[in-house]
């Protein structure tokens, strides 16, 4: 997958201190990278670089609304998401990226690209169980909640006095030491 060039940071011709960059990520992003679980997406990225005279510390913060749809009803809704996270970059013999908080770029670099860590950040930001704030809150309509209600199983009172139970248990709860 080739990178993207507007993700793509020069610093070797920058003077040493805080140099900021602004992103505006919408859903081609994801295509890029194959991600179809987004019907749209509007997030703005914050990344702030520290240079220093031998390494690199990035300060990426997210925040922005996703469209996705909920795990319940299917219905399409807007997400809001908001994350941050740091990033040490370092010089060494060779590239690793083995942990999670640390880059290490070899002794030749002049650029980083950082497209991979903002596409990380946005989709963990999302919620693993991801329901419709209307369903939370009783005030969405669908067609799949009525069917959901009407599937539902109901107690009646004579399946209750059913349910009743068998005096033979009783005893054994007796036996029972933590009451």
């Not at 990178?3 to 994801?30: C, M, Q, R, S, V």
């Amino acid at each position: 997958m080739k990178p993207l060039k507007e993700f793509t940071i020069p610093f070797i011709g920058l003077k040493t201190g805080t140099h900021h960059y602004d992103y505006k990520i919408e859903k081609a992003f994801f295509e890029y990278f194959e991600y179809e679980d987004f019907n749209d997406a509007h997030v703005n990225v914050d990344v702030s670089l520290l240079k220093n005279t031998t390494l690199l510390e990035l300060n990426f913060k997210i925040f922005g609304t996703v469209n996705i749809n909920c795990d319940i009803t299917n219905e399409p809704f807007d997400q809001n998401i908001e994350n941050e996270f740091d990033l040490v970059v370092n010089f060494g013999e060779e590239y690793n990226d083995e942990n999670i908080d640390i880059l290490i770029l070899p002794h030749g670099a002049y650029e980083i690209n950082i497209q991979q860590y903002i596409y990380e950040l946005i989709v963990l930001a999302v919620p693993i169980k991801r329901i419709h704030p209307g369903v939370e809150d009783g005030t969405l309509s669908s067609e799949i909640l009525e069917k959901l209600k009407e599937l539902s199983p109901k107690l009646d009172d004579e399946q209750k006095e059913d349910k009743e139970i068998d005096p033979r248990w009783n005893t054994l709860k007796k036996l029972l030491t933590d009451k």
